[in-house]
């Protein structure tokens, strides 16, 4: 069965710091590339950033580069994202996705963790 777990949300104050976890099972990690969306109420869900499968290479929206880390552990079926200078508008549920890059199976397959809720507010 197909897990990605979300953890690490909660309330931070404006310019403070967060590290969200998503926990994988259920498939082969290191066949996937990874990424974190968010969706702030009334808005579309928009993508925060992604990893490549190896963790080699890294892709950020604009808005949050110099901001936000993605990292994964492969030997944990782990990925975090490391969030600062946070800010009200970071205010969003947070949400892990796994996208199959490799293998017959797992190419093109792709998942979705249940979100856990950042909220900045002073």
């Known amino acids: 069965q197909v897990q990605l777990v979300e953890s690490g949300g909660g309330l931070v104050q404006p310019g403070g710091s967060l590290r969200l976890s998503c926990a994988a099972s259920?498939?082969?990690?290191?066949?996937?590339?990874m990424s974190w969306y968010r969706q702030a109420p009334g808005k579309e869900r928009e993508l925060v950033a992604t990893?490549?499968?190896?963790?080699?290479?890294?892709i950020y929206t604009d808005s949050m580069k110099g901001r936000f880390t993605i990292s994964r552990d492969n030997a944990k079926n782990t990925v975090y994202l490391q969030m600062s200078s946070l800010k009200p508008d970071d205010t969003a549920v947070y949400y892990c996705?796994?996208?199959?890059?490799?293998?017959?199976?797992?190419?093109?397959?792709?998942?979705w963790g249940k979100g856990t809720l950042v909220t900045v507010s002073s």
């Open positions: 259920g498939f082969t990690f290191s066949r996937y590339a």
């Open positions: 990893i490549t499968s190896a963790g080699r290479s890294t």
């Open positions: 996705n796994a996208f199959g890059v490799a293998g017959i199976q797992d190419a093109g397959m792709n998942y």
